[in-house]
């Protein structure tokens, strides 16, 4: 990994998410809600379809930064808002969801209690697209940087 700063993008990650993918989400998860595999029950209570699970999508997100520092556990901090549903049609494509990152801070630590001293820690701003329009609201992740 060349120099981190503050400013340096990660590299993009586009990701389709089909009802196939819902169905093993919703079956290692656990999420059996039929808004994430029945357009019937979707659309009586207002959504426009089957939505993805967000905690899929936000896991999702999460691989653009893991994918980019090299290993998960340097990942300190991840979190994220839902902002908006990931419709997911009922075809072989699924829905197209599009992840970019930048790195918005970069802080040395130097703290001799933490484990971490003389570690860089990368804050990383996290955008999640899909139908042209944001699906995860302040999406930030905070990685240690390899040495």
Same mark, same amino acid.
């Given at each position: 990994m060349s120099a981190i700063e503050k400013g340096t993008e990660l590299p993009p990650l586009s990701l389709r998410v089909t009802r196939a993918d819902l169905v093993r989400y919703a079956g290692a998860s656990g999420d059996f809600n039929p808004i994430h595999w029945s357009d019937r029950v979707a659309g009586s209570v207002g959504l426009p379809g089957v939505i993805a699970h967000g905690m899929l999508t936000m896991a999702l997100a999460g691989r653009l930064v893991t994918q980019w520092v090299g290993d998960p556990a340097l990942v300190r901090s991840y979190g994220v808002r839902f902002t908006r549903p990931v419709v997911?049609? @009922? $075809? @072989?494509? !699924? =829905?197209? %969801?599009?992840?970019? !990152?930048k790195v918005t $801070? %970069?802080? $040395?630590?130097? @703290?001799?209690? $933490?484990?971490? @001293? !003389? =570690? /860089?820690? =990368? /804050? %990383? =701003?996290?955008t999640a697209v899909f139908d042209g329009k944001t699906v995860l609201g302040r999406a930030t992740a905070e990685v240690v940087l390899p040495g």
């Open positions: 997911v049609p @009922d $075809d @072989d494509d !699924g =829905a197209l %969801v599009e992840f970019s !990152g $801070d %970069v802080t $040395d630590v130097t @703290d001799v209690a $933490d484990a971490e @001293d !003389g =570690a /860089r820690v =990368a /804050r %990383v =701003a996290i």
